[in-house]
């Protein structure tokens, strides 16, 4: 990629190359490793530790955790960060990956103490239906229109289409209007043109 390199940035290369890495250059100046391995080149320097592909996929998966802790995926995220603090062959990018695996350590176990109802959908909106729905059953999947209607989302998401219909019945009989919500709801998009879930939602 095209970069103008300002006065600063190349007289911190001078300085700094021997003993820092391509990849922590890059992301010092928010660039990739081929700009900077170009500009080392051009001013006849050489980063210390270039680790190459190998340091390049450590980059992109810590930038990849970066995105995840954005999107508050806190699981994902530290699984990326772990991998980096595996396999960095520098230690300033594994010390920064260890810092934010235990900052996803701490917000998994803030999470934790939370309404449970919100972890259960947290669970479920992360793809973690067996997570969501051991929440679920714990919790009484018919002890609230709420968890009754959830837990019948996650069974609808999970494919598992009788338990599916059956929990949507006992949410339905706890709340009414959860017909409704079902009808529109694209958690049950896999019950469409089932007999019993299309009966279901024509019961007055």
Not at 68 to 87: G, H, M
Not at 173 to 185: F, G, T
Not at 189 to 201: A, K, P, Q, S
Request: hydrophobic share 35%; aromatic share 6%.
């Amino acid at each position: 990629m095209d970069k103008r390199w300002s006065k600063t940035e190349i007289s911190h290369l001078k300085k700094n190359a021997a003993s820092t890495s391509v990849e922590e250059l890059a992301h010092r100046f928010h660039t990739d490793s081929s700009t900077v391995r170009d500009k080392l080149e051009e001013l006849h320097l050489t980063a210390s530790g270039d680790g190459g592909t190998e340091g390049e996929a450590a980059l992109e998966e810590f930038e990849a955790g970066l995105e995840k802790i954005q999107a508050k995926q806190w699981d994902e995220a530290k699984s990326l960060f772990e991998s980096v603090a595996a396999t960095a062959d520098h230690s300033q990018l594994a010390d920064r990956a260890r810092q934010y695996i235990e900052i996803c350590l701490r917000q998994e176990e803030e999470l934790s103490t939370e309404d449970p109802y919100l972890l259960a959908v947290f669970e479920k909106n992360r793809g973690n239906l067996d997570a969501a729905l051991a929440i679920c059953k714990e919790q009484g999947s018919n002890s609230s229109p709420q968890f009754a209607y959830l837990t019948a989302s996650v069974e609808a998401l999970a494919e598992n289409e009788d338990q599916a219909i059956e929990q949507l019945r006992a949410a339905i009989e706890l709340e009414p209007k959860n017909r409704v919500y079902a009808y529109h709801d694209p958690d049950f998009r896999n019950l469409h043109g089932v007999d019993e879930f299309t009966e279901l939602m024509e019961l007055s």
